[in-house]
C-alpha cells in the first residue's frame, strides 16, 4: 500500500485454496464467494478515498493443504488483522 499522500493505494487480497483437477470443496469455494463479495463492498466503500482492492485466487496443490482456505490481506493473514 502506498503512503498517503502519494496518490491511489492499492491492496492485494488472496485467497489460498486447495485445487485439484480445476475443483475445490464446497468449503474453500464459500470462502472464495465471501471474499469477492467483501472486496466488492470494501471497494465500492473505499474508492471515494483513492482505495482499491484486487483479489487474486492461489491455486494450491495437495502437498499444500494445511495452507487452504487462508486469506491474506495485503500479505497478512485475515485472522492478524482481526486479532484472531
Given at each position: 500500500?502506498?503512503?498517503?499522500?502519494?496518490?491511489?493505494?492499492?491492496?492485494?487480497?488472496?485467497?489460498?485454496?486447495?485445487?485439484?483437477?480445476?475443483?475445490?470443496?464446497?468449503?474453500?469455494?464459500?470462502?472464495?464467494?465471501?471474499?469477492?463479495?467483501?472486496?466488492?463492498?470494501?471497494?465500492?466503500?473505499?474508492?471515494?478515498?483513492g482505495l482499491s482492492l484486487d483479489l487474486v485466487e492461489r491455486?494450491?496443490?495437495?502437498?499444500?493443504?494445511?495452507?487452504?482456505?487462508?486469506?491474506?490481506?495485503?500479505?497478512?493473514?485475515?485472522?492478524?488483522?482481526?486479532?484472531?
Open positions: 500500500m502506498s503512503g498517503c499522500c502519494s496518490g491511489a493505494s492499492r491492496v492485494l487480497v488472496e485467497v489460498e485454496r486447495l485445487v485439484v483437477d480445476g475443483e475445490t470443496c464446497e468449503r474453500c469455494g464459500d470462502t472464495w464467494e465471501a471474499a469477492e463479495e467483501a472486496v466488492l463492498q470494501v471497494s465500492a466503500e473505499a474508492s471515494g478515498i491455486p494450491l496443490p495437495p502437498d499444500r493443504i494445511a495452507e487452504s482456505n487462508r486469506v491474506l490481506v495485503a500479505g497478512r493473514a485475515v485472522e492478524e488483522w482481526l486479532s484472531g
